[in-house]
């Protein structure tokens, strides 16, 4: 069985280098703090579903990273406070965050949407097969599903991609009726946050919206 100490070691050996993608699935892990001890300084994807992880350190160094699996787990409190903390993290590049099935309840979960508060990259949060009592927890996180699909559904062009990835080659950014359907107002506030963060945008057009 790969477990925890295969993974140190594997992290250890790691350490420094130029891996962009680290896939290590059903397998017997339970605590990942070698990712405190040793430092991916590429690492993009990290995915570890169905494994047994119940301790994961500070994880708010990992800036690079751009989808974060960890269904299937146990990560409990402590696990969702690190995550919470990569989410406030103004360098994150986080968009994909899969914490499916980690027997999480009420309480991990308020501080995982609190954390979104100011966040701009995430763009897919599952949250499912958890324990969830309270009703405006559940009706919290789904109100962030919704506003996550219309992302997904709007912000799927090569232009806001653009201006996510603060292309320096984009300098004019068109959003029109057909482009943006019926945004909500956290939708407003969020592409306008992507927006600001652009250093290189000089012109806005916004085309046949029907703004009153």
Request: hydrophobic share 35%.
């Amino acid at each position: 069985n790969f477990n925890t100490e295969c993974f140190s070691l594997l992290i250890g050996g790691l350490h420094g280098g130029s891996i962009e993608e680290l896939i290590l699935r059903n397998c017997s892990i339970d605590d990942i703090s070698a990712l405190l001890n040793y430092m991916l300084p590429h690492l993009k994807s990290l995915d570890l579903e169905n494994n047994n992880i119940r301790t994961i350190p500070s994880i708010e160094e990992y800036t690079t990273l751009e989808k974060l699996l960890l269904e299937g787990n146990n990560i409990g409190m402590q696990g969702c406070k690190s995550v919470a903390k990569l989410l406030q993290n103004q360098s994150s590049r986080l968009r994909v965050l899969d914490l499916n099935l980690n027997d999480t309840g009420d309480a991990e979960a308020e501080i995982l949407i609190n954390s979104l508060e100011h966040n701009v990259t995430l763009v897919e949060f599952t949250l499912g097969g958890n324990k969830f009592e309270r009703e405006h927890e559940k009706k919290e996180y789904e109100h962030y599903l919704e506003v996550f699909e219309e992302y997904i559904y709007i912000f799927h062009g090569e232009d806001i991609n653009r201006v996510r990835n603060n292309d320096p080659e984009l300098t004019t950014f068109v959003l029109r009726a057909s482009d943006a359907g019926c945004l909500s107002d956290l939708a407003w506030e969020l592409l306008g946050r992507y927006i600001a963060q652009n250093e290189h945008l000089e012109c806005l057009r916004l085309d046949d919206l029907g703004l009153v």
